[in-house]
């Protein structure tokens, strides 16, 4: 019984992906961090440009109406 716990306290496949596996875990946290920090600026951002581009253009498709 002491020999197979020794055995399996010893072995150290599997590490590296579980190293892996937690620094992606970290980078997607911080991604996501870092998008809900952003997202308030983007969304005024984005506020901005549609209420301008909106009184810019013309409210119609721009196409011919009176076809020949």
Do not use: K
Not at 4 to 24: C, H, K, N, V
Not at 32 to 41: F, S, V
């Amino acid at each position: 019984m002491f020999a197979q716990l020794s055995s399996f306290w010893r072995d150290e496949d599997g590490a590296t992906a579980i190293e892996y596996g937690l620094i992606a875990g970290l980078v997607a946290v911080a991604i996501i961090g870092g998008l809900t920090i952003l997202a308030d600026g983007l969304n005024s951002l984005f506020g901005r440009i549609n209420t301008e581009l909106t009184s810019v253009a013309p409210a119609g498709g721009g196409g011919n109406t009176n076809p020949q």
